[in-house]
């Protein structure tokens, strides 16, 4: 399986074995990471950088950073 199936995001949460909304999902391409973790009910996050971080805008529902270090306050 391979992102962005939604397969890969059930494993996701198997793996992780909390539920999907308690899942902080942080990638740069918005097709392939955020709005499939939205879709399976994860906070999709969404970080600037690389080239698809700044050619991908993130639907409304998503949290932007542009740092990881940002991550602990934004979920706070």
Same mark, same amino acid.
């Given at each position: 399986?391979?992102?962005?199936?939604?397969?890969?995001?059930?494993?996701?949460?198997?793996?992780a +074995?909390?539920?999907?909304?308690?899942? *902080?999902?942080?990638?740069?391409?918005?097709?392939? %990471?955020?709005? #499939?973790?939205?879709? &399976?009910?994860?906070?999709?996050?969404?970080?600037?950088?690389?080239?698809? +971080?700044?050619?991908?805008?993130?639907? *409304?529902?998503?949290?932007?950073?542009?740092?990881? %270090?940002?991550? #602990?306050?934004?979920? &706070?």
């Amino acid at each position: 399986m391979w992102k962005p199936a939604p397969e890969f995001f059930e494993r996701v949460v198997d793996l992780a +074995g909390v539920p999907a909304e308690r899942i *902080a999902y942080v990638g740069d391409r918005v097709d392939n %990471d955020v709005t #499939p973790a939205i879709a &399976a009910g994860m906070t999709g996050v969404h970080i600037r950088r690389g080239p698809w +971080g700044y050619l991908q805008g993130p639907p *409304a529902e998503a949290i932007r950073i542009s740092s990881l %270090d940002e991550l #602990p306050q934004v979920l &706070a």
